[in-house]
Each structure stands twice: as structure tokens, then as C-alpha cells.
């Protein structure tokens, strides 16, 4: 799409002339139903994730064989959840607001392997595609067979092979490069020229190779996807269409309920959960929910949290155009501090079921994220990487916003608000270089 008439849209729904303004906006997603009543209207199911589920528990012999940050949890690929009360009212006192309920921050930024939400849904993904070669090529007798085997000699020259390509400015690249390397696939991740050059190092430091390009990272895209095309010995890990890192965000649920569950934590119907999620093509999000909403029906309220200067999902909703436009379309320039959130459009599949689940959303400027940043280390000393911050504000913006309050009302959760966890899920931050942590920090110093 060239040119758009952005008018139009504004005047079919105007919260869309905020957005375009770069005023941060707090929006109700009108368009969900009850849980019960949309579940079956989209193409995934709870059989699809607890098939998830298991793959993961198959592979754990082999993934605790190979990284020695999951012994402790026997193989799983598992972050903690911390209560952050200190940071909950130092907001409170920065808005001059009431934030009533317990926040949680889910530490993302701590997760094995990769350190970053994407190890949920890539490296699901890698392993889902070894596994099928694995079965097709009978080195695996099927899914009762020992998976350890995929460390063996047999397995790594087997897959030596073949190839799993990916483009990427970063996280994306690690998780799936990691452990495409670690299976012995030929890794190679495409990367753009915003891609820091620590990541590259990284990368290359695992064995994997990495392609620059002098471009952009839409035009690193298309050159990795069309390279790992003519390949037929290549697979291609697709960010904005793929099912499976989709489901792969999925199975975050359910251990977050046992994690719930052993800190004392109910949820029901007069205990909701309000999680608070940042968001980029929207996969990490969408899947997180989906997979939260089985496990917890509407009980569990999920907003996803985007960049003013990125509002690409918002758009998408908003406009009932999902990923036909970009925020290009609308004049908005799409650069943020906050770069895992800097995807341009959303993914196509991602928003169009996540229509149906989504409680909302709301966009975050630059500032409050900086500033977000620097006070999360100033009262629970935890450096999060700019992306990862994006949830934090949420309950503020909740109990802030006229469009927040008027949710809880109609709800009924604003008589029992104190009842509420909340749940901000940070993204990553623990592998960024210490020289990138104090840069971080200092720009959002008041
Ligand atoms: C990719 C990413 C996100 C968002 O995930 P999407 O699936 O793109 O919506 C959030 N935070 C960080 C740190 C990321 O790398």
C-alpha cells in the first residue's frame, strides 16, 4: 500500500488522531468476547498447547545436557517471578496515583539459553524443526525415543548438513541461532546494519554465521528469506508468520500458574490478573495470552504495550487493516530506544486472533520509558534492556487513564482493585554489555 487516506480512519475511530499525534494512549479492545465464546473461532487450540508443551518436556534431557543454566530446573527453560513493591510506589508517587493490588515483574530478562522472551518461541521453533527432520530421516524411532541422542555424533553430522536461516536485528538471531548451532544445523542469521555489534559477536562466538548487510532490516529480511528459498536444504524462521513461535509463547502459561500457585497467589474471579506485555510483531504477546486465557478464562485481563513512535499493532487493530499498513502509512517514523519493539507492521495472523483475546493497550513514549528504566534500578536494582520496560507502566495507565478507569468500573473490578496482581512481564536485559547497561541507565537520569 503507497498511499493510504489516513483521514478516513481517523474519522471512522478517532483515537487513531492520538496515535498519529504520538500522544500515549490507553485503549480498550471492544472487540473481545468471553473467553468461552471465542475460543473455538481461532485456529489454535489447548490440544495445540500442550502439544507444545510436550515437545518442550521431550527435548529437556538434551537441553539440560547442553546448557548448564537449566540443570537447576531439570532441562526447562524457565524465568522466576519477583515482586517489585519498591518500584510499585515510587510509580505511585511519580503519577500522584493510587496503584492498588501486588506487582510482579515475570524476569524474562533471566531466562536460560538466550536471556530474552524470544527463547520461548524460538528456540521452540528450532526444535520443533529438528525433531521433524530427526523423524523423517528415522534417526529418532519416535517421540517415546531418548532425545539426549540429539548430542550425538550421528545427529550433529546429520544436521550439519542442513540449514536454519533467520534475519534479525538481534534477539531473534540469538535464540534461534543458539541453539540451531547447538543441534549442529548450519546456523546462519542475516543482519541488518542496525544490529549492535556485540550481538554479532556473540553469534560468532557460537558457532553461527553471520551475514552483514549494508541495508535496513526489511531488506535483510528479504534477503535472508530468499536466500534460505533456493535452498532446498534450508529452513527459514519466519518472525511475522510463523505458528510456531506462537505457540511456543504459549506454554509460558501454564508454568506461570504454578509459579502463582506456590507463591500463594490466587486468581479468580475476585482476584484478577492483569499482566502487561510489550509488544513488537505481537507474537510474544498474543501467544503469552492465548495461552493465559486457557489457563485462566477472563479472569486474567492481558494488555499489550507498544512504543508511541511504533504503535504498529495498535494500528493494525485499530484499523481493522492488521498488517496491511505500517506506522510509516502514518506518518510516524517508527525509531524508538526501545528496539525490540521496532517492527514497522504487525503480523498478519498474530492480530487477527489476538482480536478476539486482547483486553487492550496502550503506548509508552520515550521518555517514560528511559525514565522507567533508570528507576527499576534505582529501587530494585534490576537493569532490563529499553524494550523490556514497556509493561512497567501499565498499571499506572490503567488507574490513570479515563479509558482505564472506565474498564474497571464496568468490570466490577474497581471495588476490589486491591485484590488484583499484576503482572509486568520484562522482556530481556541480563546480556546486555555492562558499557550498554550504564549508557541505558544514564539516559534516564532526571
Ligand atoms: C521481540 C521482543 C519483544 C516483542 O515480541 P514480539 O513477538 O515481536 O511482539 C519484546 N521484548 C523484547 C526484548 C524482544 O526482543
Known sequence: ???????????????????????????????????????????????????????????????????????????????????????????????????????????????????????????????????????????????????????SKEFQDFFSNQKVVVATTGNLGISVGVMAAKLGFTAIVHMSTEAKQWKKDYLRGNGVHVIEHDTNFTEAVAAGRKAAEEDPASYFVDDENSKYLFLGYTTAASRLKKQLTEAGVVVDEDHP??????????????????????????????????PTHVPSLMLGLLTEEYSKVSVYDFGIDGKTVMDGLAVPRTSNFVSIVMENFFNGGYTV???????????????????????????????????????????????????????????????????????????????GVE
Open 273 to 306: 490478573l492483569f499482566v502487561y506485555l510489550p509488544c513488537g510483531v505481537g507474537g510474544s504477546p498474543g501467544g503469552i495470552t492465548l495461552g493465559l486465557k486457557h489457563a485462566f478464562g477472563d479472569n486474567v485481563h492481558a494488555f499489550f504495550a507498544e
Open 1 to 151: 500500500m503507497s498511499e493510504i487516506d489516513v483521514q478516513k480512519y481517523i474519522d471512522s475511530n478517532p483515537v487513531i488522531q492520538d496515535v498519529v499525534d504520538l500522544k500515549p494512549v490507553f485503549w480498550i479492545n471492544d472487540k473481545r468476547g468471553k473467553f468461552q465464546e471465542v475460543k473455538d473461532k481461532v485456529p489454535y487450540n489447548y490440544l495445540d498447547i500442550k502439544d507444545a508443551e510436550e515437545r518442550l518436556d521431550r527435548f529437556r534431557p538434551f537441553i539440560k545436557e547442553n546448557f548448564d543454566d537449566t540443570v537447576e530446573l531439570d532441562g526447562l527453560i524457565e524465568s522466576p517471578i519477583t515482586k517489585i513493591e519498591k518500584f510499585q510506589a515510587d510509580e505511585a508517587e511519580r503519577y500522584g496515583l493510587d496503584i492498588p493490588g501486588t506487582l510482579y515483574l515475570k524476569r524474562d530478562d533471566l531466562l536460560p539459553i538466550s536471556a530474552t522472551i524470544k527463547a520461548r518461541g524460538a528456540i521452540y521453533e528450532v526444535l520443533v524443526h529438528a525433531e521433524k527432520v530427526a523423524l523423517e530421516n528415522g534417526l529418532l524411532s519416535g517421540f517415546n525415543d531418548d532425545y539426549s541422542k540429539f548430542s
Open 365 to 443: 513514549e520515550e521518555n517514560e520509558a528511559t525514565k522507567t528504566l533508570t528507576r527499576l534500578v534505582d529501587t530494585e536494582n534490576i537493569p532490563l534492556e529499553p524494550a523490556a520496560v514497556a509493561g512497567l507502566p501499565g498499571p499506572a495507565k490503567l488507574f490513570g487513564s479515563e479509558a482505564g478507569k472506565k474498564y474497571l468500573e464496568q468490570t466490577g473490578i474497581a471495588a476490589k482493585a486491591e485484590n488484583i496482581t499484576h503482572i509486568a512481564w520484562a522482556t530481556g536485559g541480563s546480556m546486555v554489555p555492562e558499557a550498554d547497561k550504564q549508557a541505558f541507565y544514564e539516559l
